[in-house]
């Protein structure tokens, strides 16, 4: 029997657009956060990164908090769209402080200003409105090929948006005086187009009821849970575990890569490759996302799909290093390009494993906690991607970098090449493992078995598309 379906094809892709806003905010700061902090503003790299890591001691607390509670919100507008709507107000506001530390501060108020705005923007506003937006994809559709269609949806948005950023800032920030007041002037720009982008996509689509959502149950007093079981629920889901994980090092994986901007200026002698390396990154990752929803249904499930990809990706990025020590940069465009087309069906079908995640603590546990549930993302991308970026500033500083010099020491060309070679390397082997114990699909069917519970199963490639 086929699903109900319960979305229109504009709902998918005004879903989708959503992440234009959240990589307006994510690949502009990790790209160019650090270069900006060191090159413009004058901070040591090592400070920058400490005062990072201490960032993201808040974070874990802040993302089970704001699950929790988008979980406990009634509203006309539903449980997350009024936290994916207003949480980007705050993000815009702080994206720009984070751009904009003032050049006449000194050197301890130059940190302070930018670890207040570098915490409340992830901490806070950027928590509320990710993980809010991813959640929706459990909340306006019941459907699990419309849920693995958004996640395509929405990382051809994400991965454009990227790609874009990490193409032209350079370029625009130039053409907009090269100094701090310009990397100021651009991230107004970007905050203002991330906030309309943001309003459309959350008006864009419409949450199920809650009776609907629990299959016609209605929940009774007893199934109130607070913050401290929400935690405890998750913990015991040893899927979201490994999700968690799996972000975690993507966002390790995509720090090394941004750090690239280093690699490109001191090694390859050529900042603008940073630019051409973002299309042979993305550009792959876009035409995987398009045949992702094709590729689930044909091997009629994600798991096998996200574990091969991923020894593409690493076989891929091996090569990049055999490249690299080469010389070539050509070769290591292409070899880049060919482990992106395997990280891809992992991003497009992500969200939608995180659904059958949330279907599972609600197997075993009897509790539905959408919301929570996907703190994995939001908790995966902040602190993979705060950690990432902190590795590098200590990186960086451990080899001798110091950004306003003319020339840097053998040392810190060394650093910057196992940085970018060999680390993400590392990241993708151990995500490809992760991805191996990782069939949480396969789970539910067995528990909705023991359960007498029919299923639609995914029988043809075209009912996907």
Same mark, same amino acid.
């Given at each position: ?13 005004? @879903? ?13 700061? *990790? ?16 400070? #920058? ?42 993000? /815009? ?13 000194? *050197?301890?108020?130059?940190? /302070? ?21 991813? %959640? ?11 849920? #693995? ?52 996509? /959350? ?47 993507? !966002? ?25 390396? %973002? ?80 279907? @599972?603590? @609600? ?53 910057? !090449? ?24 396969? %789970? ?22």
């Amino acid at each position: 029997m086929e699903e109900k379906k319960y979305l229109k094809w504009y709902n998918k892709i005004g @879903y989708g657009s959503g992440d234009i806003a959240g990589n307006v905010v994510y690949a502009f700061l *990790t790209s160019f956060m650090m270069v900006y902090l060191t090159d413009s503003v004058g901070l040591a790299a090592g400070v #920058v990164g400490t005062l990072i890591a201490v960032s993201k001691l808040f974070d874990g607390f802040t993302d089970i908090f704001f699950g929790s509670m988008i979980d406990k919100t009634h509203s006309k507008m539903g449980k997350a769209k009024p936290w994916m709507l207003y949480g980007y107000i705050g993000c /815009a506001i702080t994206l720009i402080c984070c751009f904009a530390v003032p050049v006449s501060l000194g *050197t301890t108020a130059k940190y /302070a200003w930018f670890f207040i705005s570098y915490t409340l923007l992830n901490g806070v506003f950027y928590t509320a409105n990710n993980i809010a937006y991813s %959640a929706l994809t459990s909340l306006i559709t019941k459907n699990s090929k419309e849920r #693995v269609q958004m996640g395509s949806y929405r990382f051809i948005f994400a991965f454009s948006t990227s790609l874009l950023i990490q193409a032209i800032t350079v370029g625009f920030v130039d053409k907009c005086g090269g100094d701090a007041a310009a990397w100021r002037t651009v991230a107004i720009i970007y905050a203002i187009i991330g906030l309309v982008v943001n309003t459309i996509s /959350a008006l864009s689509v419409k949450e199920l009821p809650e009776e609907e959502l629990n299959e016609g149950e209605v929940k009774d007093d007893n199934e109130k849970y607070g913050m401290v079981q929400a935690f405890k629920l998750l913990v015991k889901n040893k899927y979201y575990m490994m999700i968690c994980g799996t972000y975690i090092l993507q !966002q390790l994986y995509g720090a090394m890569i941004g750090a690239g901007i280093y690699y490109m200026t001191w090694v390859l002698k050529n900042k603008n490759l940073f630019g051409q390396f %973002a299309w042979a990154v993305n550009i792959p990752l876009i035409i995987a996302l398009i045949f992702t929803p094709t590729l689930v249904g044909k091997w009629k499930g994600m798991y096998k799909l996200n574990l091969r990809g991923y020894v593409l990706a690493v076989i891929g990025r091996a090569l990049v290093v055999v490249a690299g020590y080469m010389g070539s940069v050509p070769l290591m465009m292409a070899f880049t390009a060919l482990a992106a087309l395997g990280q891809g069906p992992w991003q497009g079908d992500m969200n939608a494993v995180i659904a059958s995640c949330s279907e @599972y603590t @609600y197997l075993t546990q009897g509790k539905r906690i959408d919301g929570t549930m996907y703190s994995c993302t939001s908790l995966g991308v902040k602190i993979g991607g705060g950690i990432g970026t902190a590795v590098v500033g200590w990186l960086l500083e451990f080899s001798g970098y110091i950004g306003t010099n003319a020339t840097q020491p053998q040392s810190a060309l060394d650093m910057m !090449q196992f940085m970018y070679l060999w680390l993400p390397l590392i990241f993708d082997v151990l995500i490809m493992f992760v991805l191996s114990r990782m069939n949480v699909e396969d %789970a539910n069917k067995k528990l909705k078995a023991e359960k007498g519970i029919v299923t639609d199963e995914v029988t043809d490639a075209s009912d996907i598309n």
